[in-house]
């Protein structure tokens, strides 16, 4: 089966800096991305990692070990518009038609 | 920039009713997902759909549901008889045949409350 744990909720300071880990087991690993979710709307991409290391875009960067089923989403620069969901999710094979798994998502609040 | 759209954005339906929920995807993209959100759960997949079938559905897409595409730009999803914990946001996703990090991208989701 899968399994994917985040963090229910953060809290972190407008201009700070913000590490949303997530740890996963799954049956097989084939690419983690990382999504926001402000409430009440849906889901918009942020990254994707498929091999271990740092993805930098923008403010936000991601990890990946894949030996040890972990990422972190690293935000920063914070700002209050940051404030959202943010759901770390696995696609466990190969191919285009393939399933993502989302974890419960750590709603992070931005505070000034 | 092109994006996913779903109508209506807001559904309200007796239990026992039958209800569509429709998507546009992104115009060359060629795969096609359902997923839904309880409200304060995780987003759940529901079904995949490429080359006109479905290539893989979760245990929560039984009978009640089905998927079609019936004119090459719509892609809906109907359930025949609505429960109550059916209520859900609904949303569909899209993904394109020559994105390298195969990003599924999201419509704005149609939230269906069954009374």
């Known amino acids: 089966g899968q399994n994917i744990d985040q963090p229910t909720e953060m809290t972190a300071t407008e201009g700070a800096i913000v590490q949303i880990n997530c740890t996963y087991q799954t049956s097989g690993f084939n690419g983690l991305f990382w999504y926001q979710q402000h409430a009440g709307e849906a889901p918009t991409f942020l990254s994707y990692n498929v091999l271990d290391g740092l993805e930098e875009k923008g403010r936000f960067s991601s990890f990946l070990s894949r030996s040890k089923g972990y990422s972190y989403l690293l935000l920063k620069e914070l700002q209050m518009k940051d404030s959202a969901s943010y759901l770390c999710a696995v696609r466990d094979a190969p191919g285009g038609y393939q399933k993502v798994t989302f974890g419960i998502g750590t709603k992070l609040q931005v505070i000034p | 920039e092109p994006e996913v759209t779903q109508t209506p954005s807001h559904q309200v339906t007796q239990m026992g009713q039958e209800v569509i929920l429709r998507c546009v995807p992104i115009s060359n993209h060629l795969y096609f997902y359902w997923y839904r959100q309880i409200l304060g759960q995780k987003v759940e997949f529901l079904v995949s759909f490429y080359n006109n079938e479905i290539s893989e559905k979760s245990e929560i897409f039984d009978d009640q549901f089905s998927v079609e595409r019936p004119d090459g730009s719509n892609f809906t999803l109907k359930i025949r008889s609505t429960k109550l914990e059916d209520s859900a946001m609904y949303f569909c996703?899209?993904?394109?045949?020559?994105?390298?990090?195969?990003?599924?991208?999201f419509g704005p989701g149609t939230r269906l409350l069954v009374l």
């Open positions: 996703a899209s993904r394109g045949p020559q994105d390298l990090q195969e990003t599924q991208y």
